[in-house]
């Protein structure tokens, strides 16, 4: 079986298993994979290395165990939540600085949230739809075709709406939202799918973003809010609400805005500069809850740059 046939059928049946199993399964995936350090996994540590710079080899791979399993529960989570009643939803959600998304709500058009791959993004989607706005976001076109289908579906399921990224005309929807009250516009943009993003100081290294948010944000003269979600441990009668030992924080960061004498070039620049050191900040509080098994740091993706590691031999193979 593939992998995107086992996606299909988590999708479509993983609700049916007793939750402690289900986790319990998700953590024994989460093992395997990093005891086989998949070239995932190695990338994974060559991530981390530069969000944890005093970690040492050993705390790397230890902090890997822990980020895949926060990773594997995340999509055991996915491959669940639109069967969970919303006051078990409300239950796993707590919120930090929520006045800093107040204070961009108050202002004409739909403020634009920057975010990473941490935590568990699709619950807090969930959530925000149900609770402040519907979200608009853009999502990977995976393949085969009916594997995006099936998770473009389940988030419309959660109450988003999804645009494909690559589409025709994405941007210029994107922009015409921020017009409007009527969204949250939400972008995970820790990695450039495009190859047209901005280089950007990431935690003391250079690293490639999409400049989406900051492009939105300048054009649309709307607020760009990065926003942070992790995990927690739930205990007590939250924790009994929640149908779950873990619930997700999510941390509004404060609101940037364009400077109105600068040019566009330099406020995109600028406001994406921002917004990863931020976020950067906030991954380095918890390294494990960010999901990044791909390239993003300019010295990985480029093999010819003097700071690049050494490949292994296995990727020479590749």
């Not at 919120?95 to 108050?106: G, P």
């Not at 993003?197 to 492009?215: L, S």
């Not at 300048?218 to 992790?230: A, E, F, K």
Request: net charge positive; with cysteine; proline share 7%.
């Amino acid at each position: 079986m593939n992998s995107s046939r086992a996606y299909l059928l988590a999708f479509r049946h993983a609700w049916r298993i007793p939750g402690p199993l289900w986790r319990a399964l998700m953590a024994t995936a989460a093992d395997i994979t990093w005891l086989v350090h998949t070239k995932g996994v190695h990338q994974l540590e060559r991530n981390l290395t530069r969000v944890s710079p005093t970690a040492n080899p050993r705390q790397i791979r230890q902090l890997s165990r822990a980020a895949m399993r926060s990773y594997m529960r995340y999509f055991g989570e996915a491959f669940t939540v639109a069967h969970i009643t919303p006051q078990q939803r409300d239950a796993r959600v707590r919120v930090i600085n929520a006045h800093n998304l107040d204070a961009a709500l108050a202002l004409p058009g739909s403020p634009v949230l920057a975010l990473t791959h941490q935590g568990n993004w699709d619950l807090a989607g969930m959530w925000a739809s149900a609770t402040i706005r519907p979200v608009l976001t853009v999502a990977e076109r995976l393949k085969p075709e009916e594997l995006f289908t099936e998770f473009r579906t389940f988030r419309e399921t959660l109450g988003m709406t999804i645009l494909a990224a690559g589409d025709d005309g994405v941007f210029r929807a994107l922009l015409r939202a921020t017009r409007t009250n009527n969204h949250l516009i939400c972008l995970l943009a820790d990695r450039d799918l495009t190859a047209s993003g901005i280089e950007v100081d990431f935690n003391g290294h250079r690293a490639r973003v999409a400049k989406g948010p900051a492009a939105l944000a300048t054009q649309g003269q709307v607020p760009l809010i990065p926003v942070s979600i992790t995990y927690e441990k739930l205990t007590g009668h939250r924790r009994a609400q929640a149908g779950s030992p873990w619930g997700i924080v999510v941390e509004f960061h404060t609101p940037l805005h364009a400077d109105p004498n600068a040019t566009t070039k330099d406020n995109i620049t600028n406001l994406t500069q921002q917004w990863v050191t931020t976020l950067a900040t906030a991954i380095t509080r918890s390294p494990h809850d960010w999901h990044m098994l791909q390239k993003v740091f300019t010295a990985d993706l480029n093999p010819h740059h003097p700071l690049a590691p050494p490949a292994t031999p296995k990727e020479h193979n590749d």
